[in-house]
C-alpha cells in the first residue's frame, strides 16, 4: 500500500514538472505570457489620496519585496527567458518591480493599473487587456506585471503578492492557465 501512495505521489510529482516545463517553453516560443502580480509591497491598496506620479504617497515594495522581483528575474533567465518585452503597470510598487527583474525597457502599460479603489473601471479594464493579449503577435517572451484585482478578474485565480501565471496564446476567455508559479 506505502509503494503504491509513494509511486502514485512520484507520478504526480514528475507530470506537474513537466507541465511547467512545457509551459516555460510556451512562454520562450511566445506561445503564452507570464501574467505577475507585483513582488511584496505590505498593506492593502494605497493611502488615501495617493498620486500616481508620486511613489511617496503610493504602497511600495520594501526590500524583501525588491529581493523577491529580482530572483524572479535570475528565474527568468535560468528558464532562458533573456530578453523578454516586459509591461507593467504605471504604479510604482509594479514598475519597480518590472525594473528589479533586470530587462530593460519597462513599458508602461494603463491597462495593467490597479481598479482596486475604482471597481466600476473592472469590466471595461479586464475586456482592454484581453483585447490586448489576443492581438499580441506571439513572437517573443512577454512578462506583464500588475495587481491581484486585475489578474483575479481577467483569470479567476487569486494571486499572492510576487505570484505568476502563465497564459497560453492565444487567449482564451478564460484565459487557460499552463502555469502557476508560487514566488521564488
Known sequence: MRIAVLVALLLWAVSAWSDEEAAWAALREGRAVLLMRHALAPGTGDPPGFVLEDCTTQRNLDQAGRLQAKRWGDLLRQNRITAPRVLSSRWCRALETAEQLGFAPVEPLSILDSFFVQTDRKNEQTQALHMYLRALPGTSPVVLISHQVNITALTGVFPR????????????DPPRVLARLSPP
Open 161 to 172: 503578492s510576487g505570484e505568476a501565471l502563465i497564459l497560453a496564446l492565444p487567449i482564451s
